[in-house]
Nanobody
């Protein structure tokens, strides 16, 4: 499975963006996720969604970001509203959680990764 993330860009604080992640293969049974990596920092968990559309978010994006999926299209999305400068990062999509659900926030727990898309939020 290959993942292709897109939709990033340069926006102002308070704006919205929708990231997309297209998969080359079938991902309907996989837990999928978004991570992000700011300059000089480690890659961090943003949101995850399982095959049944149950979602989980890191606290800093709750109420602003929404993760969703379209299993028929093998696609993953991240709707980002009320963006803040601290949301600036490269955003990566990931698929197929290895291990149990308790590992869903770990960067080492996913088999497939996209190449990342840059999101820059100016103040």
């Amino acid at each position: 499975v290959q993942l292709q993330a897109s939709g990033g860009g340069l926006v102002q604080a308070g704006d919205s963006l929708r990231l997309s992640c297209a998969a080359s293969g079938r991902t309907s049974t996989y837990t999928m996720a978004w991570f992000r990596q700011a300059p000089g920092k480690e890659r961090d968990f943003v949101a995850t969604i399982n095959w049944n559309a149950a979602a989980d978010y890191t606290d800093s994006v709750k109420g602003r970001f929404t993760i969703s999926r379209d299993n028929a299209k093998n696609a993953l999305y991240l709707q980002m509203n009320s963006l803040k400068p601290e949301d600036t990062a490269v955003y990566y999509c990931a698929a197929q959680l290895l291990g149990g659900f308790g590992y869903r926030m770990s960067t080492t727990a996913y088999r497939y990764w996209g190449q990342g898309t840059q999101v820059t939020v100016s103040s």
